[in-house]
């Protein structure tokens, strides 16, 4: 039995997150077309083709329970503005990772991306009563690394040459993680920083 109950929605006062499904594929991909989304990743999303694969394998890998893709829906207008995921899921250990966060960069900076994470994070340790949630990026990705920073995680440390990019460069990993201990207390940080962007 999959730890995640499927079907999981979760809904705030901008975004609402619904479990990704090949509907919503179109939609995501013309997303996807903007190359600074990109620039960190192991894929270029850019090429219809590999995002469409990777979507693929994200609803296929539901249902083994190895990841649980949702599609990020912005509630005022009701468009399709990005994609993220729990991976990295060990039941056994009540852990998991969010990542492969990536949105349309109109709304980088907005508030939106805590607030997902808001509710993420509500759902990982509220429902799913995991005791750690892993987030990492790139090194040289600092806008990540002061994303991951604001919604209240602490850095664990750097993964030297973790992953080699397509262009055959080296990747070092930077680890960050929220612990059940420190939740409440970056539970009400965060929505203390929504409140302030409304």
């Not at 619904?18 to 090429?47: K, M």
């Not at 990020?72 to 990542?99: A, Y």
Request: include cysteine; hydrophobic fraction near 35%.
């Amino acid at each position: 039995m999959n730890w995640i109950q499927h079907p999981v929605v979760l809904e705030g006062e901008r975004v609402r997150l619904v479990p990704l499904e090949r509907q919503h594929f179109t939609e995501l991909v013309n997303v996807a077309n903007d190359a600074r989304i990109w620039e960190y990743t192991s894929i270029d999303g850019t090429d219809e083709n590999r995002i469409r694969r990777h979507l693929e394998s994200a609803v296929l890998k539901r249902g083994t329970g190895e990841q649980y893709p949702f599609t990020v829906i912005d509630r005022q207008s009701g468009r399709i503005i990005g994609s993220t995921m729990f991976h990295n899921i060990f039941p056994e250990h009540r852990k998991l990772e969010i990542g492969w966060t990536w949105y349309d960069p109109a709304f980088w900076r907005t508030g939106y991306n805590r607030e997902c994470k808001l509710l993420l994070l509500t759902h990982c340790f509220e429902v799913m009563n995991t005791i750690r949630v892993q987030l990492v990026t790139d090194e040289t990705n600092w806008r990540s690394r002061q994303a991951i920073l604001g919604i209240g995680a602490s850095m664990e440390g750097i993964l030297r040459n973790d992953r080699i990019r397509e262009n055959g460069k080296f990747r070092n990993t930077v680890v960050y993680s929220i612990v059940c201990d420190e939740w409440h207390e970056v539970k009400s940080a965060l929505e203390s920083k929504l409140l302030r962007q409304h």
